[in-house]
């Protein structure tokens, strides 16, 4: 964890991770816990967690990488979703995703350099009323244009 945290950060780790101790039932609420410490989880946070719960690496790393909310790599201070579901794709998705890969210079999946924001394309944020939709951290904004959606971010400068 030497590149995303220092020694208390180990030791607040080490604490969760001994709450549930050889309990793999637990995984998923370890992960949660030690990404909300660290802010994402890199390989040698899995390992620890492997460990700890008495689950193979590979258990980890499946969990991981099947649901949305948990990151192999850090995240930004605000991290926009951006909804891809059928409502939202329909009614422009494909082109809000575009106008902020452009005006973020980045691609979705990744942050930008200044660490400010993260961008990341979801299945369905269950919010098909107002769609185009995207959450920045847990803040809805719907019924987005390119134009809107880029001038929404513009609260979080």
Known sequence: MEACACESKWAELNKIIDAYRGQP???????????????????????VIAKGLGVPLS??????????YF???????????????????????????????????????DSTDDGKFSLEVVRCLGACGLGPV???????????????????LEQYN
């Open 25 to 47: 039932s637990a995984l998923i609420e370890v992960l949660h816990k030690a990404q909300e410490l660290i802010g994402y989880l890199p390989q040698q946070v899995q390992e």
């Open 71 to 109: 990151s192999i790599k850090p995240k930004g201070k605000y991290q926009v979703s951006v909804c891809k579901g059928t409502a939202c794709y329909v009614k422009g998705a494909p082109e809000i995703i575009q106008r902020l890969e452009e005006n973020l210079g980045i691609k979705a999946g």
């Open 59 to 68: 258990k980890v790393y499946s969990v991981i990488s099947f649901y949305h």
């Open 134 to 152: 995207m959450m920045v951290n847990k803040h809805a904004h719907g019924l987005l244009k390119p134009d809107t959606a880029v001038k929404a």
